[in-house]
């Protein structure tokens, strides 16, 4: 019966991929979600922004304009904070990427492996079949002869 003496080390490459697999498909969730964010903030930045130009032609107050400008500004610091957090999860996500690469890179290496020492059993195999086979013809020419 074929063992393979690294199947320990192959059955943990196959776990550390999963893993690996399961943390990219969380920082992709969390890269959408962040996503989803920035063009929230940046449609109430624009609407902001249409709100306080519609306001200056109205001739609103000078304190309720500098109030709009304070959320204006607000909403454009959370839009730059927000843009860089999908800066930094877009690259934390090409990590995990290369990451899962690399641990599928590795198990199959190991699986190649694997399948060349099963082919060199087989052929091992299939030889001792052979001169098996050829002892009993061996030993039923040598009845026969008798």
Avoid: W
Avoid at 52 to 61: D, F, K, N
Wanted: net charge positive; proline share 1%; hydrophobic share 40%.
């Amino acid at each position: 019966m074929f063992k393979f003496s690294l199947e320990a080390v192959l059955k943990h490459r196959r776990v550390r991929e999963e893993n690996t697999a399961c943390a990219l498909s969380e920082v992709t969730a969390r890269l959408q979600q962040v996503r989803e964010n920035l063009k929230r903030l940046q449609t109430l930045r624009k609407a902001e922004f249409i709100d306080s130009q519609a306001a200056l032609e109205r001739g609103v107050p000078v304190a309720e304009m500098e109030l709009s400008r304070f959320r204006e500004v607000k909403l454009m610091h959370a839009v730059d904070t927000a843009g860089r957090l999908v800066e930094d999860t877009a690259k934390e996500r090409s990590v995990k990427e290369g990451e899962l690469l690399a641990c599928v890179k590795d198990r199959r290496l190991l699986e190649r492996v694997r399948e060349k020492h099963f082919q060199d059993y087989k052929h091992e195999q299939d030889k001792l079949e052979r001169l098996e086979l050829d002892e009993i013809a061996i030993i039923r020419a040598a009845r026969l002869k008798k």
